[in-house]
T-cell receptor, first 115, second 115 residues
Framework: AQSVTQLGSHVSVSEGALVLLRCNYS??????LFWYVQYPNQGLQLLLK??????LVKGINGFEAEFKKSETSFHLTKPSAHMSDAAEYFC?????????????FGKGTKLSVKP | DAGITQSPRHKVTETGTPVTLRCHQT?????MYWYRQDPGHGLRLIHY???????DKGEVSDGYSVSRSKTEDFLLTLESATSSQTSVYFC??????????????FGPGTRLTVT
């Protein structure tokens, strides 16, 4: 069965430091992969997506992610954290099949940014 | 932002009462989804729709029913609310390209408390 694993439910970085949020997927068919961000008391907002084009994907707010098939990973990075990046981040995978391309979500990683 | 609204935004209800949540979209997207979000569980799919009057169950459908009589509206009903259904509920929409849906766009959420 398809699944998504996000390593670390909480990640804390200092302002200006590298942000690295990990996501590994399990899929028997080529996946589409997504990162979403959720700020407190809001819905999810799409950060970036991989849809089988370039393996390095750039998103909004300076985030990017690299699709590595050999490692079944889609880690999210940002070179320099900002206080406004504090939020919860969700990795998701879409697969084609009987469920009409439904998204499977990881359990989320809460990012804290220290001044 | 995708045109998705949810109503009500907050609701407190008593155990055993019926509750209906509404999702309304102005994007004319084919697919609509209901999720619930609980700490430590990420987002879990309750039901989804792939067209008017076409719906199917998700991962956690027990105790919930849905209806979609118009493209723009997707209703989620809790026939007899229980405390375990206290959660934040999100609606999402998606379009299909080449038979495979792409990214989903989320509404602002409904916070439901069952006492």
């Amino acid at each position: 069965a398809q699944s998504v694993t996000q390593l670390g439910s909480h990640v804390s970085v200092s302002e200006g430091a590298l942000v690295l949020l990990r996501c590994n997927y399990s899929s028997s068919v080529p996946p589409y992969l997504f990162w979403y961000v959720q700020y407190p008391n809001q819905g999810l907002q799409l950060l970036l997506k991989y849809t089988s084009a370039a393996t390095l994907v750039k998103g909004i707010n300076g985030f990017e992610a690299e699709f590595k098939k050999s490692e079944t990973s889609f880690h999210l990075t940002k070179p320099s954290a900002h206080m406004s990046d504090a939020a919860e981040y969700f990795c998701a995978v879409s697969y084609y099949g009987g469920s009409q391309g439904n998204l499977i979500f990881g359990k989320g990683t809460k990012l804290s940014v220290k001044p | 932002d995708a045109g998705i609204t949810q109503s009500p935004r907050h609701k407190v209800t008593e155990t055993g009462t019926p509750v209906t949540l509404r999702c309304h979209q102005t994007e004319n997207h084919r697919y609509m989804y209901w999720y619930r979000q609980d700490p430590g569980h990420g987002l879990r799919l309750i039901h989804y729709s792939y067209g008017v009057k076409d719906t199917d169950k998700g991962e956690v459908s027990d105790g919930y029913s849905v209806s979609r009589s118009k493209t723009e509206d997707f209703l989620l009903t809790l026939e007899s609310a229980t405390s375990s259904q206290t959660s934040v509920y999100f609606c999402a929409i998606s379009e299909s390209v080449g038979g495979r849906s792409y990214e989903q766009y989320f509404g602002p959420g409904t916070r439901l408390t069952v006492t």
